[in-house]
């Protein structure tokens, strides 16, 4: 069994929560207690409120909104899924970017009366940003428009127009009704013109592309691990995730940024030594020499080196209150490093529901833009469409210590 | 070769949450892991063992003892730090009570469970702890659902759900000003029947009380309470022998067991597998309101 992690998209009353509310309680996912508590809440046209599943703080159940992305857990005998509830307010597109930055698909859910709105086209920018391999658009209350097949394909139609100037690589159509479970689990009786997959049985078949087959091995150090016992006195192992491809005992290393070589001695885990390890393995590696080695340096394997610079050229989401001003210090945290940036210039922003690049001076609460950035020592990445993990930052205000924005290198 | 070559779902899991363990270790000065004696911190000592062995774990093992603990949890969890040889410090509820900071509850179920955050505040402060390793999933509870892996609380301990940081791919950002303090949870992305796959397949030891065995219980709403010393019983309460397990292990007062004959791991995944309840369905603290385990968030409690 694997892990599909998504998120659900689409704008305010489009029924995301109940779609989620729908998916989990017709896979049989949602407890006794918990059906109780949401009956006792109350109903809504007769029928009990499945949003109330996922809006899970008080604010949110008073108002009928989703503030804060809300992860939801349900697994078949074939897949397990984590579910990235995101808001649909314009105000809370960082939380939709957050929910985004660890997915590997989005379900892009349109009212079917209302076809494509500027919600979809901002969330959809947003997910060829952060580069999901897979979208899904879910035409969803094609109850309240008889089930039309020519409602359906004519926003199918709508959609791939705006969509060719996205980089999404696969889009898949559904009509479904959220409410009623049609086509969500079960393949629905009211349309039968489908003659695709129901939703459900979408998500655990299609298959999920990992970063293990990168040709490129990336180990960024995160910690020292050296215990100064009598019994391991001259251990020193580097401590780690593999972001992307294979590391094998005997393979030769570079050490980044600073350039030293090594080859790699043993592979180790708690439950014993490994001969070859692959993304996304959490290990300790030992190298050959006594090199100065530490965190947020990245071990590569020789030959397959990474980009090394001071000056980044990056997409960012902005997430903070105080707008963005060129000039401005920040710490930028990629991978396991930790260094000091500054934003050397804004050179566009992006309007997210047109695509449109503008000129601006800065860059407010939730808004899309391309910056140079300079930082005070160099750092290795990937550019963010070849390896998500060692191509994305954020940015953090050491005043505030607030995380004020996000990162794709270029 | 690349086929085979694809974590299984635990493996993802369990990966996760060591990179999880080893950036707290990077990020903060002085972290602890709170442990309970439960099976979820049980889960995380275990896998802080994968992350730092074969050095010492970069933090002690902290236990808010309130007093109405089960003694198989708290000889577990001595007989545990014993065996792997970390720092255990204990700090005890009925310390804060005696010292009028903490108020015991009254009525007719009492529960220490909201004041257990005035003596892990307290503890957060005597030792300047800077972060705390949590076993919470976001699968147990709606409120929890919503919270990041590193959740920020402000100097009084407060979690403000509208004010979390984002949380981007897997960049933790644990920076925060002096008092403020970091609860960490490597487990969030796991469910219940995770926790269970995995020590089954870790092999990992837990206290019986997650077995079926025999016990003396009443009936409390609808649930099985377990008789001891700290709840008080009138008239009506009629004490009963029965065969039951514990799915979650919190305090006598409120947690409540479940009846079943599954004695072994395997046994109880096929319980949980079929279970039309949650395991928080047994918590008599998250039954009190709507937003129950959001409030005591708001007020401290991990």
Known sequence: ?410 | MTSNHRLSHLDQLESEAIYILREVAAQFERPALLFSGGKDSICLVHLALKAFRPGKFPFPLVHIDTGHNFDEALEFRDALAERIGEKLIVRYVQDSIDQGKAVEEKGKFPSRNAIQAVTLLDTIAEFKFDACIGGARRDEEKARAKERIFSVRDEFGSWDPKLQRPELWNIYNGKIHVGENVRVFPISNWTELDVWEYIRKEKIDLPSLYFSHQREIVWREELVFPVSKFISLDGNDKVETRTVRFRTVGDMTCTAAVESEANSVDDIIREIQVSRTTERGSRLDDKRSEAAMEERKKGGYF
Not at chain 1, 91 to 106: C, F, W
Not at chain 1, 299 to 304: D, E, Q, Y
Not at chain 1, 363 to 377: P, Q, S
């Open chain 1, 1 to 410: 069994m694997d892990i599909l992690r998504f998120i659900t998209a689409g704008s305010v009353d489009d029924g995301k929560s109940t779609l989620i509310g729908r998916l989990l309680y017709d896979s049989k996912s949602i407890f006794q207690d918990q059906l109780e508590a949401i009956e006792r809440a109350g109903q809504v046209n007769g029928q009990i409120n499945l949003a109330l599943l996922t809006d899970g703080l008080k604010a949110e159940r008073e108002q009928g909104i989703t503030i804060d992305v809300a992860y939801k857990y349900f697994s078949t005998p074939k897949r397990k899924f984590i579910i990235a509830d995101a808001p649909g307010h314009v105000q809370y597109t960082r939380n939709m970017v957050t929910g985004a930055s660890n997915s590997d698909l989005a379900i892009i859910l349109i009212d079917a009366r209302k076809g494509v709105i500027e919600q979809t086209y901002r969330h959809s920018y947003i997910v060829s940003l952060l580069r999901l391999p897979y979208v899904v658009v879910c035409v969803n209350k094609m109850d309240l428009v008889n089930f039309s097949e020519e409602v359906f394909l004519n926003i199918q139609k709508q959609y791939l127009e705006f969509a060719k100037d996205l980089d999404l690589k696969s889009i898949h159509f559904l009509p479904i009704s959220a409410l009623n479970g049609d086509n969500v689990v079960e393949a629905s009786a009211s349309m039968p013109w489908w003659k695709g997959k129901s939703l459900l049985h979408f998500l655990e078949e299609i298959e999920i592309h990992t970063e293990e087959e990168s040709p490129a091995p990336r180990f960024p150090v995160q910690n020292v691990i050296r215990p100064q016992t009598t019994e391991y006195h001259d251990y020193r192992g580097y401590a780690g995730q593999i972001r992307s491809g294979h590391f094998t005992v005997g393979d030769s290393i570079t050490v980044l940024p600073s350039g030293l070589t090594s080859k790699i001695k043993a592979i180790d885990t708690f439950d014993g030594p490994l001969t070859t390890a692959y993304a996304p393995m959490s290990v300790t590696i030992r190298l050959e020499d006594e090199i100065d080695v530490s965190r947020g340096d990245m071990l590569v394997v020789t030959g397959k080196e990474p980009v090394i610079s001071q000056d980044l050229e990056a997409h960012i989401c902005w997430m903070d209150q105080k707008v963005m001003t060129p000039g401005s210090k920040y710490l930028l945290r990629q991978t396991t490093n930790a260094v000091k940036a500054s934003i050397r210039s804004l050179d566009y922003r992006v309007e997210t529901s047109t695509h449109e690049k503008k000129e601006q001076t800065n860059l407010g609460l939730n808004e899309i833009g391309k910056v140079t950035i300079r930082t005070a020592k160099p750092i290795a990445y990937d550019p963010y469409s070849k390896i998500r993990g060692t191509g994305s930052f954020i940015l953090v205000d050491e005043g505030t210590n607030q995380t004020v924005a996000a990162g794709m290198l270029l």
